[in-house]
């Protein structure tokens, strides 16, 4: 409801919707009959908003809906690439991250108005879903693995720094081992950063629901597992270039790490674990990288 100032979390960090519902229909997904069709704000109103937040002080904003590059169509209006330009062109220390992207929607255009930005963080969350055409089709997701690698490819041509997570569901109905080693091969090839990952949960009401499910839930649990390990030692290995190099850091609060005093995100939203007693919420800090975890980076 536009004119109700939302309630926020304490500083640094907000988030911002610029979009309301979704068009999409991947068939394991309940969203579009729970929140209705696509709805866009006007830009006026989201560009008038975030210059509020940092005004207020708010330093890492996320614009927030469930396709962020579909905003625009319901209306006619400008499209997501230009909202992010006009939204970087507001005055101020801040970042400015968005999600979700989906890979049938991203462009390059996107990538360029990032590239070209001076609050656009370098990061992007491009759910994949699976490395197999065949259940990517059945996922209703309107792309294949050679498109979505080519976005990657082009992302990291114009970012080489850029950090990529993505979403990745196993046991998806019909899903062979064939099916499964796709999606493992294209974890090798793409490499990234992070995943979130889940086993396949059925939604009644959506398409695939209804479809037929020869997979036990043994063997799910055991492609997951193999899955996890897989991707476990790609982040691990990609944070270990981090070691002994400075990276500029938002304080967003105490560590639960009792070996540090603070922790806080890169850019690229990548978890650092701080010694230095002397900081505080909401600082930006220049961080020593001296040891690194799966998950984490650690330093002073």
């Known amino acids: 409801i536009e004119g109700i100032t939302p309630l926020r979390k304490e500083q640094p960090c907000a988030w911002l919707s610029i979009m309301y519902g979704c068009n999409n229909y991947c068939s394991y997904c309940i969203v579009p ?94 759910p994949v879903q699976s490395g197999s055409d065949r259940i990517l089709k059945l996922m209703n997701r309107k792309y294949d693995a050679e498109k979505y690698c080519e976005l990657i490819d082009y992302a990291r041509s114009v970012m080489p720094d850029i950090t990529i997570t993505s979403d990745v569901i196993v046991g998806f109905p019909g899903e062979t081992e064939d099916d499964y080693n796709k999606t493992i091969e294209l974890l090798n090839k793409v490499r990234f950063d992070s995943l979130f990952t889940f086993i396949y949960s059925k939604r009644p009401g959506t398409k695939a629901a209804l479809m037929e499910d020869a997979t036990t839930p043994q063997e799910k649990q055991i492609r997951f597992d193999k899955l996890l390990e897989v991707q476990n030692q790609i982040s ?54 001296d040891r690194v975890s799966t998950w984490a980076l650690f330093g002073r």
């Open 236 to 289: 691990r290995s990609i944070n270990e270039t981090y070691l002994n190099r400075k990276v500029r850091v938002l304080i967003d609060g105490k560590s639960e790490d009792p070996n540090y005093d603070f922790k806080g995100r890169t850019n690229g939203f990548k978890l650092v674990h701080i010694k230095n007693d002397r900081l505080k919420t909401g600082d930006f800090a220049d961080v020593t990288i």
């Open 33 to 126: 009959y729970v929140r209705g069709r696509e709805r866009s704000r006007d830009p006026k109103l989201i560009l008038s908003e975030l210059d509020t937040l940092v005004s207020e002080g708010y330093k890492d904003i996320t614009l927030l809906v469930q396709n962020v590059n579909s905003y625009g169509n319901d209306t006619g209006d400008i499209d997501f690439s230009e909202l992010l330009k006009r939204a970087d062109s507001i005055e101020g220390d801040f970042r400015l991250r968005f999600m979700t992207s989906h890979p049938k929607d991203a462009s390059r255009k996107l990538f360029d108005v990032m590239a070209n930005s001076r609050h656009i963080c370098r990061s992007v969350h491009l």
